[in-house]
């Protein structure tokens, strides 16, 4: 096993035994908030509330436990009220990093299994590989594996100061670093700064990596970057930035959660400065 709680796996234990299931009545996460992981409900309950769901899909080991998601079908009734359906931003800052990514983990593969049940190539039903995380398409030999949408994540700083900018649509007062989503062909270097670029308007030169994170919303893989700011006055990109400004560690808007790359950045940044 690895020295993480969640190991994520393909091929499932002939005898599951004391397995644990992560839950989503249609597209909602089924949520026990009296369990220290509100996400994972037992066998027990899972036998009682799901007989016959519509997919089931072998996660990994949670603790050497075997897990699985479950997607039911909302036309049957949902009777147990001590669940509360929810989502995967229910549980942001509320559980490990680990129990987050098995969540997200679940999510992101009952999607995937949901929108290619045909091949895009014949038309044919696509069936589960019988030892990969994909599905394959008999007669006409395609297979389609779960995706990933990279995209940079960055702070820009000059000195000291931090460019923070609030997204024209997302509700709220928040600021946050820039981000976007890297193009076909395209470096990742290259899409910081046309991202950058293109967003607030400045040029930045020398990049620095810090840490990546994976970010169900719905499948991102956000590579965090710092990224030192060389000339340009700020000009907002009015479909994405709503404002955009220079700020002084010490004087920070509201930010981004700790749990969130956007808000590791930051807090790094500051407590480099020494605040």
Not at 7 to 17: D, F, L, M, R, T
Not at 224 to 253: K, M, Q, S
């Amino acid at each position: 096993m690895q020295n993480f709680a969640f190991q994520s796996a393909v091929v499932e234990p002939e005898s599951p035994g004391s397995a644990r299931y992560c839950v989503f009545y249609g597209r909602e996460l089924l949520l026990d908030f009296r369990s220290q992981e509100p996400c994972l409900l037992d066998a027990s309950l899972v036998k009682f509330l799901a007989p016959a769901p519509r997919t089931r899909l072998f996660l990994g080991y949670w603790h050497d436990t075997p897990c699985y998601a479950l997607e039911l079908d909302t036309a049957t009734p949902l009777d147990a009220p001590e669940l509360k359906p929810g989502s995967l931003y229910h549980l942001l800052g509320r559980v490990d990093d680990a129990l987050f990514a098995l969540a997200g983990n679940a999510q992101q593969l009952l999607a995937w299994a949901r929108d290619n049940q045909f091949c895009g190539r014949c038309g044919d039903a696509m069936d589960f590989h019988g030892s990969e995380r994909a599905r394959v398409c008999a007669p006409c030999e395609s297979s389609i594996y779960p995706s990933i949408a990279p995209c940079i994540i960055t702070l820009v700083r000059r000195g000291q100061d931090l460019l923070l900018a609030r997204n024209a649509n997302f509700p709220g007062e928040m600021f946050s670093t820039l981000a976007g989503f890297i193009e076909v062909g395209e470096s990742v270097e290259d899409c910081l700064r046309r991202e950058v670029k293109e967003e607030v308007g400045v040029e930045v030169g020398e990049l620095q990596y810090f840490n990546s994170q994976p970010w169900p919303f719905p499948n991102q893989l956000m590579l965090g970057f710092f990224a030192e700011y060389t000339g340009g006055e700020i000009v907002c990109e009015d479909d994405e930035i709503a404002e955009a400004h220079w700020f002084r560690p010490n004087d920070l808007p509201t930010i981004p959660p700790r749990h969130s790359i956007a808000g590791q950045l930051i807090r790094h940044h500051v407590a480099q400065c020494g605040i």
